[in-house]
């Protein structure tokens, strides 16, 4: 049932921690080229979805596929070589190594010429990692740490990229650089499924968005009609 022109198709997925159930026949399909965003409280399940897509935690039932191929039960790094990467939530960066070993590992599956043609774009996208090469991960500012986060994801020339709540905690100047991000990897190519608290802005560039709450879809549609829609104005954006 994956749609041409679908990047993701995400079919009535099922995913248990022990006896817990924490996704509830969740369904959610990223277009080509298409920003989609997944919106909710802390706990509804929006984590367990982005680590299951990218093969982290495993279903129970339901199917994951990838332009057309289904990647259910596929290894994460089989599933990164196919296209598909993911900044983690919380920014996770290898905090000894250096800002170059950290976007080295991200391309490592890369020829060499694919590598260097790549990691210069990934420099020209995010210029400060660029003076930072040689210095500690762990050194970096946490917004600093977010941008070489979404640049070892980007070394692996990903179709679709997941973003796990990529503006949390950060200044608001960050905050409007990453969102800046968002539009331009999209523009050269590459599909986003994002996840945000920052719902306000998520819905400004998303073409698409999916509300959860207790591990289920409840509402969706285009971005514009949320942003305008009763229940996410009073959920989320604060009755304004
Ligand atoms: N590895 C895990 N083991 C057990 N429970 C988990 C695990 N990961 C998430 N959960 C539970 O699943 C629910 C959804 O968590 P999560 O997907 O992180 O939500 P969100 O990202 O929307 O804040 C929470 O109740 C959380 O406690
Ligand atoms: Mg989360």
Redesign the pocket.
Known sequence: MNAPGSALSVERLVVS??A?Q?LHEVSVTVPERGIVTVL????????????TVSGV?RASSGRVVFHGQDITAQASHRIVALGLAQAP?GRQVFASMSVRENLLLGGAMLGREDFDATFAQVLDRFPVLRQRLGQQAGSLSGGEQQMLCIGRALMSRPRLLLL??PSLGLAPKIVRQIFELVTSIRAAGTAILL?EQNVRQALKVADYGYV?EG?RIVLEGPGAELRDDARVRDAYLGGA
């Not at 909710?40 to 680590?51: D, P």
């Open positions: 921690m022990g817990q924490i909710g409280a802390n706990g509804v399940g929006k984590t367990t979805l982005m680590r935690y939530e796990d709540e996840v959860m591990g």
